[in-house]
C-alpha cells in the first residue's frame, strides 16, 4: 500500500509488521505504544479498547475480506448448521456486524 501511495522509501524504516496471534496484533503494538499508527481490518482494531480507530482508508485502498459460510455433505449436525447459518445472515445480526466493523450481507 505505501508503494501504492508513492510513500514506500519514507516509510520502511519506520514499518513494523505485527507477528499475529493474540499478542501480536497491530492494536496490541498500539496500545503498548509500540506503534503510533496501525492498518489492520477494523474489526480486529475494534475489537481492543484501548485502540481508537480514527478513520478507514480510501476505497481504491481497501482489500474487502468476504466470509462465507456452507454445509458440507458430510456434517453431522445439518440442521443446526442450517439454523446458525440463518442466523449470521439474518436482516437482525446486521446492527451487530456494523457494531464490530463488519458490513453485514
Given at each position: 500500500?505505501?508503494?501504492?501511495?508513492?510513500?514506500?522509501?519514507?516509510?520502511?524504516?519506520?514499518?513494523?509488521?505485527?507477528a499475529g496471534g493474540p499478542n501480536g496484533r497491530?492494536?496490541?503494538?498500539?496500545?503498548?505504544?509500540?506503534?503510533e499508527i496501525g492498518l489492520q481490518q477494523v474489526?480486529?482494531?475494534?475489537?481492543?479498547?484501548?485502540?481508537?480507530?480514527?478513520?478507514?482508508?480510501?476505497?481504491?485502498?481497501?482489500?474487502?475480506?468476504?466470509?462465507?459460510?456452507?454445509?458440507?455433505?458430510?456434517?453431522?449436525?445439518?440442521?443446526?448448521?442450517?439454523?446458525?447459518?440463518?442466523?449470521?445472515?439474518?436482516?437482525?445480526?446486521?446492527?451487530?456486524?456494523?457494531?464490530?466493523?463488519?458490513?453485514?450481507?
Amino acid at each position: 500500500m505505501f508503494e501504492r501511495l508513492g510513500i514506500a522509501a519514507e516509510m520502511a524504516p519506520k514499518v513494523r509488521l505485527a507477528a499475529g496471534g493474540p499478542n501480536g496484533r497491530v492494536s496490541v503494538l498500539i496500545a503498548s505504544g509500540e506503534a503510533e499508527i496501525g492498518l489492520q481490518q477494523v474489526s480486529e482494531l475494534m475489537a481492543n479498547p484501548d485502540v481508537e480507530v480514527i478513520g478507514m482508508l480510501p476505497p481504491e485502498l481497501q482489500q474487502i475480506t468476504i466470509y462465507s459460510a456452507a454445509v458440507t455433505t458430510n456434517a453431522r449436525e445439518v440442521e443446526a448448521a442450517k439454523t446458525l447459518i440463518k442466523a449470521l445472515s439474518a436482516p437482525s445480526a446486521a446492527p451487530i456486524y456494523k457494531a464490530k466493523g463488519l458490513d453485514p450481507p
